[in-house]
T-cell receptor
Framework: AQSVTQLDSQVPVFEEAPVELRCNYS??????LFWYVQYPNQGLQLLLK??????LVESINGFEAEFNKSQTSFHLRKPSVHISDTAEYFC????????????FGRGTSLIVHP | GAVVSQHPSRVICKSGTSVKIECRSL??????MFWYRQFPKQSLMLMAT?????????EQGVEKDKFLINHASLTLSTLTVTSAHPEDSSFYIC??????????????FGQGTRLTVV
């Protein structure tokens, strides 16, 4: 079994400032890692994922996350946020090669102030 | 990416009635679909795994007689909340995993259904 910890329930930040949303996981086997974004009253959209290969993965809208196996982390970063980035962000983990049922963290609410 | 359509997006029903929520994979086949429930400001709680042509697998603590799941085709799964009560009010989200793709690593999510029982 695996678990995901998102330590920050809410992260307020000013527009154009950098941001980091933290995610740590635990698992006894190899994992796939995901970040999803949820806007109010909507479903989840995949932001980026790590399956294998390069530990740094990027999304098309400027977010990036780095898989750190030794620290069992997959923190999400953006160098300069926009008002439109205000949303709920979920980190998720699943066993690689398994039945694929993702386990989600509790989510981090990113609030971007003008 | 693949599209999952969930309907309705919002429903209000009277206590004691039943509500059906549909989850469709629009441009791919999905042997497996997942149903989640999300409480305000909380994460997604997996309720059950829906398998095409067979019975759903429910997570511990989820009442299978209350939350009926049917996965009759490779593109449609339904969740019926029977005899709904106000405590069933929640945001329900489905996701579908594409069948037959190598690796099969990603699930695609519907837009969710806001259920309010009055």
């Amino acid at each position: 079994a695996q678990s995901v910890t998102q330590l920050d329930s809410q992260v307020p930040v000013f527009e154009e400032a950098p941001v980091e949303l933290r995610c740590n996981y635990s698992s006894s086997v190899s994992v796939y890692l995901f970040w999803y974004v949820q806007y109010p009253n909507q479903g989840l959209q995949l932001l980026l994922k790590y399956l294998s290969g390069s530990t740094l993965v990027e999304s098309i809208n400027g977010f990036e996350a780095e898989f750190n196996k030794s620290q069992t982390s997959f923190h999400l970063r953006k160098p300069s946020v926009h008002i439109s980035d205000t949303a709920e962000y979920f980190c998720a983990v699943s066993e690689s090669g398994g039945s694929y049922i993702p386990t989600f963290g509790r989510g981090t609410s990113l609030i971007v102030h003008p | 990416g693949a599209v999952v359509s969930q309907h309705p997006s919002r429903v209000i029903c009277k206590s004691g009635t039943s509500v059906k929520i549909e989850c469709r994979s629009l441009d791919f086949q999905a042997t497996t679909m997942f149903w989640y429930r999300q409480f305000p400001k909380q994460s997604l709680m997996l309720m059950a795994t829906s398998n095409e042509g067979s019975k759903a697998t429910y997570e511990q603590g989820v009442e299978k007689d209350k939350f009926l799941i049917n996965h009759a085709s490779l593109t449609l799964s339904t969740l019926t909340v029977t005899s709904a009560h106000p405590e069933d009010s929640s945001f329900y989200i489905c996701s579908a995993r594409q069948t037959g793709t190598g690796g099969n690593t990603e699930a695609f999510f519907g837009q969710g259904t806001r259920l309010t029982v009055v």
